[in-house]
T-cell receptor
Framework: RKEVEQDPGPFNVPEGATVAFNCTYS??????FFWYRQDCRKEPKLLMSVYSSGNEDGRFTAQLNRASQYISLLIRDSKLSDSATYLC???????????FGAGTRLFVKA | GAGVSQSPRYKVAKRGQDVALRCDPI?????LFWYQQALGQGPEFLTY????????KSGLPSDRFFAERPEGSVSTLKIQRTQQEDSAVYLCASSLPRKETQYFGPGTRLLVL
């Protein structure tokens, strides 16, 4: 079993839809959590950090449940430009060993 | 400002050849990471440097893989006697001291024939 697991999708949604991605991690010593976005044949880029209190950035909301070792990302009012792979990322205690999930692919259609 | 740069962007090697991949991190970024990304997968951690010190190399898949950062800036990932399974995108990332956001370079696409 991988340390960080994501539903690979793909998720095919129409513009304007709300879509949610989930991620689970198995190492309870994980300390920091992120969502990165990766466009086709490009490098990953930070989308947002994830905190237990939840955080929101425009149409994007991320949530962490430490007890269940579960991370989520909600995208509201999907745009065509949201089409990408979303990578769940966990950093282990100690601050540098970074574990990526395999990614969830999203296609937003007109 | 300049981001993380990597060279070459593409490399085709014959099985058994040695290759060297270069990463120029963002100026002032103390932390430097190397990852291997296979098609359809997320990046897999290979190794981590803090300045010139290699603090973790647990992700290097075999002793054919070697990384260095002798002056704490530019880093080189070397793969000896390349095998077909080494074909992947090799990503480099850097970050500021005590900051966890990693900035990635465009990657080197390695194809071993």
């Amino acid at each position: 079993r991988k340390e960080v697991e994501q539903d690979p999708g793909p998720f095919n949604v129409p513009e304007g839809a709300t879509v949610a991605f989930n991620c689970t991690y198995s190492n309870s010593a994980s300390q920091s959590f992120f969502w990165y976005r990766q466009d086709c044949r490009k490098e990953p880029k930070l989308l947002m950090s994830v905190y237990s209190s939840g955080n929101e950035d425009g149409r994007f909301t991320a949530q962490l449940n430490r007890a269940s070792q579960y991370i989520s990302l909600l995208i509201r009012d999907s745009k065509l430009s949201d089409s990408a792979t979303y990578l769940c990322v966990v950093i282990r205690l100690g601050g540098f060993k970074t574990i990526f999930g395999a990614g969830t692919r999203l296609f937003v259609k007109a | 400002g300049a981001g993380v740069s990597q060279s070459p962007r593409y490399k085709v090697a014959k099985r058994g050849q040695d290759v060297a991949l270069r990463c120029d991190p963002i100026s002032g970024h103390v932390s430097l990471f190397w990852y291997q990304q296979a098609l359809g997968q997320g990046p897999e951690f290979l190794t981590y440097f803090q300045n010139e010190a290699q603090l973790d190399k647990s992700g290097l898949p075999s002793d054919r893989f070697f990384a260095e950062r002798p002056e704490g800036s530019v880093s080189t990932l070397k793969i000896q006697r390349t095998q077909q399974e080494d074909s992947a995108v090799y990503l480099c990332a850097s970050s500021l001291p005590r900051k966890e956001t990693q900035y990635f370079g465009p990657g080197t696409r390695l194809l071993v024939l």
